[in-house]
């Protein structure tokens, strides 16, 4: 909408003539200007501004819908909107499953699973309808060559063995899971802009980035600090229009980093009220989630793979649909596995920090 | 004194200030430190960090603005426009859920039924009475805001206008940051001529950022310097050890203030550590 033509929007032939003459081809052209501005590069009066504005500005806005349509449609469209992942505590604590349409995000320390995690989500969007899967192709975008076919076969005999069990079946799973390399952001930018003919003409329903901070670490080396933002902010919102636009979930995998003096944690009222007892608990052994605070404010569900107390947990951070719980789990043979489906409630600084024991990064 | 087009004198203005209506938030103690609840003819900026509830008091707002006066609320549409994609429509209807079961609560004699012109305690019904639109990119973002002066002429009865989140789309594609300041600085003039003219509530919601200030890092709600003066209000949520706090950092007639509050299955309410004894709906 934003580079919608002014030749298609219909306007009054002189207002149209004069934004033409003046080379604002395209909404966005229009709106960037503040008013005086255009007035200025018009040569008109403020009423004309105004008027062009106003009548650019009502062609270029989305369409408005209630929020009960937005419901009926959900409900048309079936599924409810969900990929629901087998684990049943999770998918209950999600309101169903991986939500379709936004960015979900596993974040944990190397070797917690989160591979064996997006392989079996990878596994289940393949899988035929009737036996709960969404029937459809799944891009799996491998940045450090961790897929692994054979150890995804293996989850699905099993996990599903009576499925794998028919002939050729296993082999038509991993025909639909189509596996890129990317090697550099440069790479990896490419197959997306490929992606998003690839994601209407070939059905498919799931888009995993396997993961997303090993690339990010590679531009990082070369960029000035003020760029490095950039990369990741068209990333970012690319990966949201692909996932809204076609309607499928998007999984993206992240590292973590040891918490840096670099990060902010309170806000200059607090900071006034702190003694310097509390500052300093900071600086112990929680890791944060990497790629930064701007990442974490664009994803809409955030999964924290971590390990403490001799277990392992999924940690459901972030969720518009659920209060922070958390499910400890195993890493067997057919993969993830809940140890209970029971929840357990996580509050205050435990939903943002990211625990790993035996790695005990201490900043003293 | 004479008429001078736009001049009140302040006197009249006191009796528009204490008949100003607000939207309660859910929470007894966030609308005590907020003087009432979210007011009308005002710009509402909420910051926090992420997951902390931001878009759940958004949604909580644009459902209970629509509260039936007969029930102490200001019976009026939403306008809501979501820059993120944040909005999941299953979890409004929940919140709609939650407030229709506390109203019921409250005033046990009605029920759902309806007369002409009030409106039926259904979710379905507060779900229909929210106008959403969903923003792409800075540029449909402006589009909106302008377009909005022509929709809010056609929808009379729209209370509150929410925008969830403000500042995302000024964050990621703007190349010339200082066309970006002067773009937002007509921006929320808009908005705050929208607040006035059609006597709504405008609410912005905002993302945190790290600044370097007094020798060390800390959070400030983003596009800070450029933006911080363009609201009435300003309230940050935060983190206070287990609890969720609001902290009123910006008000021209309240004192800078502290509370606590919950998300819970219902939506926003009080904390449970909170003095008010039943959750107020009104």
């Known amino acids: 909408m934003a580079n919608m033509p002014v030749s298609e929007m219909r306007l009054p032939p002189h207002l149209a003539h004069l934004l033409a003459a003046r080379r604002l081809d395209t909404a966005k052209d229009v709106l960037s200007l503040p008013e005086v501005e255009l007035m200025a590069i018009l040569d008109a009066g403020l009423p004309t501004a105004r008027a062009a504005v106003a009548l650019v500005s009502e062609a270029a806005c989305p369409?408005?819908?209630?929020?009960?349509?937005?419901?009926?449609?959900?409900?048309?469209?079936?599924?409810?909107?969900?990929?629901a992942t087998t684990l049943c505590g999770l998918d209950e604590a999600l309101g169903g499953g991986i939500?379709?349409?936004k960015l979900t995000e596993v974040v944990g320390p190397s070797g917690i699973g989160k591979t064996q995690f997006c392989l079996k989500l990878a596994l289940l969007a393949a899988l035929p309808e009737y036996y709960g899967g969404l029937d459809g192709r799944v891009v799996y975008i491998d940045t450090e060559f961790k897929f692994s076919s054979r150890r995804m076969i293996e989850i699905g005999q099993k996990s599903f063995p009576q499925i794998f069990r028919q002939e050729g079946l296993a082999q038509k799973m991993a025909g639909r899971i189509l596996v890129t390399r990317p090697t550099s952001l440069a790479d990896f930018t490419k197959s997306l802009e490929e992606m998003k003919v690839t994601l209407l003409q070939h059905d498919v329903k799931l888009l995993i980035v396997d993961s997303m901070a090993a690339l990010m670490s590679l531009e990082n080396e070369k960029a000035t600090a003020g760029f490095r933002q950039?990369?990741?902010?068209?990333?970012?919102?690319?990966l949201k229009s692909i996932a809204e636009f076609s309607r499928v979930p998007?999984?993206?995998?992240?590292?973590?980093?040891?918490?840096?003096?670099?990060d902010g944690y309170h806000f200059s009222f607090e900071v006034d009220k702190k003694d310097g007892n509390k500052c300093a608990e900071r600086f112990d052994s929680h890791l944060v989630a990497a790629l930064g605070i701007q990442w974490a404010h664009a994803i809409t569900v955030r999964l924290v793979f971590e390990s403490h107390s001799g277990h392992r947990f999924i940690k459901v951070a972030k969720s518009p649909m659920s209060p922070a719980v958390a499910f400890p789990f195993v890493v067997e043979s057919s993969g993830i596995t809940l140890l209970s489906d029971e929840s357990i409630d996580v509050t205050g600084p435990e939903i943002t920090s990211i625990r790993c024991q035996g790695q005990n990064v201490l900043a003293r | 004194m004479g008429e001078q087009s736009g001049?009140?004198?302040?006197?009249?203005?006191?009796?528009?200030?204490?008949?100003?209506?607000?939207?309660?938030?859910?929470?007894?103690?966030?609308?005590?430190?907020?003087?009432?609840?979210?007011?009308?003819?005002?710009?509402?900026?909420?910051?926090?960090v992420p997951g902390v509830g931001?878009?759940?008091?958004?949604?909580?707002?644009?459902?209970?603005?629509?509260?039936?006066v007969e029930y102490g609320g200001l019976g009026g549409k939403a306008v809501y426009i979501d820059t993120e994609g944040s909005f999941m429509v299953e979890r409004v209807y929940q919140i709609a859920e939650g407030c229709i079961r506390d109203i019921l609560e409250h005033f046990p004699q009605s029920h759902e039924k309806s007369s002409s012109g009030q409106k039926q305690l259904q979710p379905e019904h507060f779900l229909a009475d929210i106008y959403y639109f969903r923003i792409c990119s800075y540029t449909e973002q402006i589009a909106v805001i302008n377009y909005l002066e022509k929709f809010?002429?056609?929808?009379?009865?729209?209370?509150?206008?929410?925008?969830?989140?403000?500042?995302f789309h000024f964050r990621q594609d703007f190349e010339d940051l200082a066309l970006r300041t002067r773009v937002l600085s007509g921006l929320s003039l808009k908005l705050m001529k929208i607040a006035k003219t059609y006597n709504l509530a405008v609410v912005l919601l905002n993302q945190v950022t790290t600044k370097f200030t007094e020798g060390s890092f800390q959070l400030t709600l983003a596009l800070g310097d450029s933006w911080s003066h363009s609201c009435t209000n300003r309230v940050i949520l935060y983190w206070n050890g287990n609890e969720r706090y609001a902290c009123l950092d910006k008000s021209p007639s309240l004192p800078v203030a502290s509370a606590p509050y919950a998300v819970t299955g219902k939506g926003i309410r009080d904390a449970v550590s909170s003095n008010h004894k039943r959750a107020r709906v009104t």
Do not use: Y
């Open chain 2, 54 to 68: 931001k878009t759940q008091l958004g949604i909580q707002l644009a459902i209970n603005v629509q509260i039936p």
């Open chain 2, 152 to 167: 809010l002429g056609e929808h009379k009865d729209v209370r509150i206008v929410v925008i969830d989140s403000v500042t």
């Open chain 1, 230 to 238: 950039h990369p990741l902010r068209w990333t970012l919102s690319f």
């Open chain 1, 99 to 101: 939500p379709m349409g």
């Open chain 2, 7 to 48: 001049a009140q004198n302040a006197w009249d203005m006191l009796s528009d200030e204490q008949s100003q209506k607000h939207t309660t938030t859910g929470s007894g103690d966030l609308n005590d430190i907020l003087g009432g609840g979210i007011h009308c003819k005002e710009v509402t900026e909420i910051g926090g």
């Open chain 1, 250 to 262: 998007v999984v993206v995998t992240n590292q973590v980093r040891s918490q840096s003096n670099d």
């Open chain 1, 63 to 83: 369409p408005c819908q209630t929020a009960l349509a937005l419901l009926e449609e959900r409900v048309r469209l079936g599924g409810g909107g969900r990929l």
